[in-house]
Every structure is written in C-alpha cells, then in structure tokens.
C-alpha cells in the first residue's frame, strides 16, 4: 500500500485498507481532481465506504474554488456512496442554491440530494 506517484500508478490500490486511506487521505483524495486519470477511479472507489471518516477532507474540497475537483467528488464519490453525512448533504445544498455556481455542479449536487432523498 502506497499513495500513488503519478496518474498511472493504479497498482498503489492493491490491497488497500481503511487505515490507510484515513491516515493518507489528503494525499489521497488530491488524486480526485481529475477524472481521467487512471488512477482517479480506483481512488473513487476506495474512499466511498469510508465517506463519514473522510468528511472533513471532503468537505474542505467541497468549499473550495476547484470546481472540476468539487465536480469529481460529487460525481465519483458522494454520488455512490450508502449515506452521506449531513455536513456535506448541507454542502450540497449550499452548492445548489448557489446563484454563482455552475449549472453542471448544481445539477449533480441535486441528483445526489434526491438519491438519498434529502429535502431541501
């Protein structure tokens, strides 16, 4: 187990566990600001089971200016996960009513909203 080195290094997500990816998370997640990267999907995939443990660092991405990092997040990650806390449920909404947001971001932010259906 290792942080991935570059955009390829799928590898690093062999056999990796809940510790690890909560004592590396920032480290981690940074490999969410791009969807195409190879190693973006595995990333998305490992972090969902472990949504409440990750929710400050996530919330944090989600109250950034990085709007396809906020973007990916949403879309790979809340999206298709079992429950979300309600810190970043409440981001969520914040996003959506958000006059100045992109309309792609709210859109997605409002499928994840009635996934779980969380009124707002």
């Given amino acids: 187990m290792r942080v991935p080195i570059d955009k390829f290094d ?4 062999e056999n990796i566990d809940r510790s690890f990816i909560i004592n590396n998370q920032k480290n981690i997640l940074i ?3 791009d969807i195409n990267w190879p190693v973006a999907k ?26 396809e990092w906020r973007f990916n997040v949403v879309a790979s990650v809340l ?3 079992d429950s979300i806390p309600d810190t970043l449920s409440n981001q969520l909404i914040k996003i959506y009513h958000d006059p ?6 709210k859109e997605k932010c409002l499928e994840v909203l009635e996934e779980f259906n969380i009124n707002f």
């Fill in 31 to 33: 490999w969410l600001q």
């Fill in 10 to 13: 799928i590898e690093a997500f």
């Fill in 79 to 81: 999206y298709f996960c």
């Fill in 42 to 67: 595995e990333v998305s995939r490992a972090v969902r089971p472990y949504v409440n443990e990750l929710e400050k660092a996530l919330l944090e991405i989600l109250q950034g200016n990085d709007y």
């Fill in 100 to 105: 100045n947001e992109l309309e792609d971001l």
